[in-house]
Antibody
Framework: QVQLVQSGAEVKKPGASVKVSCKASGYTFTNFYIHWVRQAPGQGLEWMGIINPSRVGTSYAQKFQGRVTMTRDTSTSTVYMELSSLRSEDTAVYFC????????????????????WGRGTLVTVSS | QSVLTQPPSVSGAPGQRVTISCTGSSSNIGAGYDVQWYQQLPGTAPKLLIYGNNNRPSGVPGRFSGSKSGTSASLAITGLQAEDEADYYCQSFDSNLSASKVVFGGGTKLTVL
C-alpha cells in the first residue's frame, strides 16, 4: 500500500533552518510528483511547492521563494523540504502529499490533486 | 486570505443534508480547473474526499458528492453522521501569475448537532 512516512517533530530557533523528510513506499517513486503543504495552528492548508522525483524539477509558491528548497534521493525514495531563515510564523505542521496521475501542466510540471498524504511533521520555531 | 472562499462553519443534525460552498474566480475554478475536496479529522492529515469536481475515491461513501458551476463548487453531504464532524477544504489550481498554482479554501468546520 502507498505510504508517505515523514520525519519527527522539530524545534528550531528563529533564523535557523529545518529539513523535513518524506519517505515513499508502495509505488514507483519516480512516477509521481510530491507536494508540500503546511498548516499553522488552527489555520487552513497552504501549498508550498512541488517536486518531480524523476528528474530535476521544482516549483515553489511565491511566498516561499528564496527560503525553501525541495530535493529528492531516488536511492531511498525520499523527498526533502528545507526551509531556512525560520521565524515564529513558520510554526506549523508540514505535510508531504503525492500528486495523483494525470493533471494540469504548468510549465514543465504536472499538477494534480493529492491522493495520499503523510501524517505531518510539527515544526516549532521558538526562542 | 484564501484564494477560494468557504463559509467558516456549517452545522446539521444527524440524517440531514448539508452543503459547503467554495467560491473562486476566473483564474481558478472559472478557468475550468478541477475542484477537489478534502476532509480533515482533528489531529490527522487531510484525506481526499472528492476529485475532479464530482468523483469519489474508492472507500468514500456515496453520501458525499461534489458539483461545480461557473466560478463556484459545492460539497454535499446527505444522511449526516456524527463521524462526519471535521474540517473540509476545497482545492483547485490557479493560472494567475501572482497566485500559487495550487489554491485552497480557508476550510469549513462541520458540526453535527
Amino acid at each position: 500500500q502507498v505510504q508517505l512516512v515523514q520525519s519527527g517533530a522539530e524545534v528550531k530557533k528563529p533564523g535557523a533552518s529545518v529539513k523535513v523528510s518524506c519517505k515513499a513506499s508502495g509505488y514507483t517513486f519516480t512516477n509521481f510528483y510530491i507536494h508540500w503543504v503546511r498548516q499553522a495552528p488552527g489555520q487552513g492548508l497552504e501549498w508550498m511547492g512541488i517536486i518531480n522525483p524523476s528528474r530535476v524539477g521544482t516549483s515553489y509558491a511565491q511566498k516561499f521563494q528564496g527560503r525553501v528548497t525541495m530535493t529528492r534521493d531516488t536511492s531511498t525514495s525520499t523527498v526533502y523540504m528545507e526551509l531556512s531563515s525560520l521565524r515564529s510564523e513558520d510554526t506549523a505542521v508540514y505535510f508531504c502529499a503525492r500528486g495523483a496521475p494525470g493533471g494540469t501542466w504548468f510549465g514543465e510540471l504536472l499538477y494534480s490533486y493529492f491522493d495520499y498524504w503523510g501524517r505531518g511533521t510539527l515544526v516549532t520555531v521558538s526562542s | 486570505q484564501s484564494v477560494l472562499t468557504q463559509p467558516p462553519s456549517v452545522s446539521g443534525a444527524p440524517g440531514q443534508r448539508v452543503t459547503i460552498s467554495c467560491t473562486g474566480s476566473s483564474s481558478n475554478i472559472g478557468a475550468g480547473y478541477d475542484v477537489q475536496w478534502y476532509q480533515q479529522l482533528p489531529g490527522t492529515a487531510p484525506k481526499l474526499l472528492i476529485y475532479g469536481n464530482n468523483n469519489r475515491p474508492s472507500g468514500v461513501p456515496g453520501r458525499f458528492s461534489g458539483s461545480k458551476s461557473g466560478t463556484s463548487a459545492s460539497l454535499a453531504i446527505t444522511g449526516l453522521q456524527a463521524e462526519d464532524e471535521a474540517d473540509y477544504y476545497c482545492q483547485s489550481f490557479d493560472s494567475n501569475l501572482s497566485a500559487s498554482k495550487v489554491v485552497f479554501g480557508g476550510g469549513t468546520k462541520l458540526t453535527v448537532l
